[in-house]
């Protein structure tokens, strides 16, 4: 299999950095698994690596899709597959770097068989969504598949659509079919990896990173945004973007207040972020002092050594294969 790193951990916890370090050190290239950084034009609230550091390494999956396209965990397993197999075809170390974990879970395990997508199913959802909001699809997909709503939010209209969808056409819940998937076989010889802060410092890291993105001009760039009709586009659901253009809808900017409600609202993402990864094999490292030496260079040797080592297996298995 190929082997793949995979840098996981809550919002704000240092993943690009990491990325790009390790990148550099080992010779790798970045697959994006972030459900809002994937698309153009959402740039400061998403945290898309900037210009100066994606020219420290190669980047995939970053900013590619334009803000009205769909893209589901299907979509995503697919493009990261291919770019994936493609940095590895050239013997460069892909690197997946992102916080949408169910994206990564598919990437890692493969996706449950479910019916493929209907497309007339998927209008009469976004109509009945635009007639009646999307909290309506919600409380439908709550009464005939609790878990999966439970696990959704009512904003989330793709993956609520997809679940009903699903019953739709086969009558089955997309919890039993995910449960009877399980997510067992693997698709990469991956390693998790991820920074561990404090807690107090990993809560001033969350309200300085808002400070920095209202400086750089997040309120400017809902506004351009919601000017270009991307309103609808699902990635202004993200936290940042809900709280910045409810606010402009209210009226009068306070822009303390407003701080206070994306900084609020990235601890609760964060809880759900860490609940997923209680049952992941993830290696932390202690954020505060990963880049010290000599432990750095230690640890990049240590990957450096599990990545030769995978290597050479597949090599010794293709050497054996008729």
Same mark, same amino acid.
């Given at each position: 299999?190929?082997?793949?790193?995979?840098?996981?951990?809550?919002? !704000?916890?240092?993943?690009?950095?990491?990325?790009?370090?390790?990148?550099?050190?080992?010779?790798?290239?970045?697959?994006?698994?972030?459900?809002?950084?994937?698309?153009?034009?959402?740039?400061?609230?998403?945290?898309?690596?900037?210009?100066?550091?994606?020219?420290?390494?190669?980047?995939?999956?970053?900013? =590619?899709?334009?803000?009205?396209?769909?893209?589901?965990?299907?979509? $995503?397993?697919?493009?990261?597959?291919?770019?994936?197999?493609?940095?590895?075809?050239?013997?460069?170390?892909?690197?997946?770097?992102?916080?949408?974990?169910?994206?990564?879970?598919?990437?890692?395990?493969?996706?449950?068989? !479910?019916?493929?997508?209907?497309?007339?199913?998927?209008?009469?959802?976004?109509?009945?969504?635009?007639?009646?909001?999307?909290?309506?699809?919600?409380?439908?997909?709550?009464?005939?598949?609790?878990?999966?709503?439970?696990?959704?939010?009512?904003?989330?209209?793709?993956?609520?659509?997809?679940?009903?969808?699903? $019953?739709?056409?086969?009558?089955?819940?997309?919890?039993?079919?995910?449960?009877?998937?399980?997510?067992?076989?693997?698709? $990469?010889? !991956?390693?998790?990896?991820?920074?561990?802060?404090?807690?107090?410092?990993?809560?001033?890291?969350?309200?300085?990173?808002?400070?920095?993105?209202?400086?750089?001009?997040?309120?400017? =760039?809902?506004?351009?945004?919601?000017?270009?009709?991307?309103?609808?586009?699902?990635?202004?659901?993200?936290?940042?973007?809900?709280?910045?253009?409810?606010?402009?809808?209210?009226?009068?900017?306070?822009? !303390?207040?407003?701080?206070?409600?994306?900084?609020?609202?990235?601890?609760?993402?964060?809880?759900?972020?860490?609940?997923?990864?209680?049952?992941?094999?993830?290696?932390?490292?202690?954020?505060?002092?990963? $880049?010290?030496?000599?432990?750095?260079?230690?640890?990049?040797?240590?990957?450096?050594?599990?990545?030769?080592?995978?290597?050479?297996?597949?090599?010794?298995?293709?050497?054996?294969?008729?």
């Amino acid at each position: 299999m190929i082997p793949l790193l995979v840098l996981v951990g809550p919002t !704000a916890s240092g993943k690009t950095e990491l990325s790009l370090r390790l990148a550099e050190a080992l010779g790798g290239e970045i697959v994006g698994a972030d459900s809002v950084q994937i698309y153009r034009d959402f740039l400061i609230g998403a945290a898309q690596p900037t210009p100066a550091e994606r020219a420290r390494a190669p980047h995939h999956l970053i900013g =590619e899709l334009a803000p009205g396209d769909e893209v589901d965990a299907n979509r $995503y397993v697919a493009l990261a597959s291919e770019a994936i197999a493609d940095i590895d075809a050239r013997d460069r170390l892909p690197i997946v770097c992102g916080g949408t974990f169910l994206w990564v879970r598919a990437l890692l395990f493969g996706l449950a068989e !479910a019916p493929a997508g209907d497309e007339t199913i998927r209008e009469r959802h976004r109509a009945w969504a635009e007639r009646d909001g999307r909290q309506a699809l919600h409380a439908e997909l709550a009464r005939v598949d609790a878990p999966t709503a439970a696990r959704l939010h009512p904003n989330d209209f793709i993956r609520v659509s997809r679940a009903l969808e699903v $019953y739709e056409l086969s009558g089955r819940r997309m919890s039993d079919v995910q449960g009877e998937h399980g997510f067992r076989q693997a698709r $990469y010889d !991956a390693r998790l990896l991820g920074l561990e802060w404090p807690r107090d410092v990993y809560d001033a890291r969350v309200a300085a990173r808002a400070r920095i993105m209202w400086e750089q001009g997040l309120l400017t =760039e809902v506004g351009e945004l919601l000017a270009a009709g991307h309103g609808q586009a699902r990635a202004m659901g993200a936290v940042g973007y809900k709280q910045v253009r409810a606010a402009l809808e209210r009226g009068p900017i306070q822009q !303390a207040e407003l701080l206070d409600e994306i900084v609020r609202a990235t601890r609760v993402f964060a809880r759900r972020q860490r609940t997923w990864l209680r049952e992941q094999p993830v290696e932390w490292w202690d954020a505060p002092s990963a $880049y010290d030496e000599p432990a750095w260079s230690q640890r990049v040797d240590e990957l450096r050594r599990w990545w030769d080592a995978t290597r050479a297996r597949r090599r010794e298995r293709g050497a054996h294969e008729p």
